[in-house]
């Protein structure tokens, strides 16, 4: 006759079992149904990137700012800069202040270091046409000394 106490004990795993079970099998079926919703949400936004793809390319251009003449943009020359700079007796400050630009990047432009953007080329061409006095009177209008 077998022990009463082993007797037990596999009565206990075994209902132990079935109750653990029935918890874990309500568990699983929600796990199922969350992760078919993730891959659901998944697919719907790979949708909508591919969507605004589309549209991006689809969409028209913004046009360009019309510049100084189609073909004939503003010409750089970094000595240029310079010798337009030397000739106003300006600091590189008092030309950022001109062209809308930082002391830092004049001097940049200057050294050959860098390119000044689009936007203020025709500023820089602006330049050439400014005699000292009427570069005095605009940097004293922005309050800015020489």
Known sequence: MPN???ILKSEITRIARKEIRAEVEGLKKSV???RSEIAGLKR???SLE???KR???SAPKPDAPPSVEEGKAPRFSAKGLAKQRQRLELSADAVGVLVGASGQSVYNWEAG???PRANHLPAIAALRSLSK???AEILAARKIAK
Request: hydrophobic fraction near 35%; glycine fraction near 10%.
């Open 4 to 6: 009463i106490a082993s």
């Open 32 to 34: 199922g149904g969350y």
């Open 44 to 46: 719907r936004a790979q």
């Open 50 to 52: 591919q969507q605004v």
């Open 55 to 57: 549209l991006e390319k």
């Open 113 to 115: 270091k860098a390119r």
């Open 133 to 135: 006095k009427q570069a």
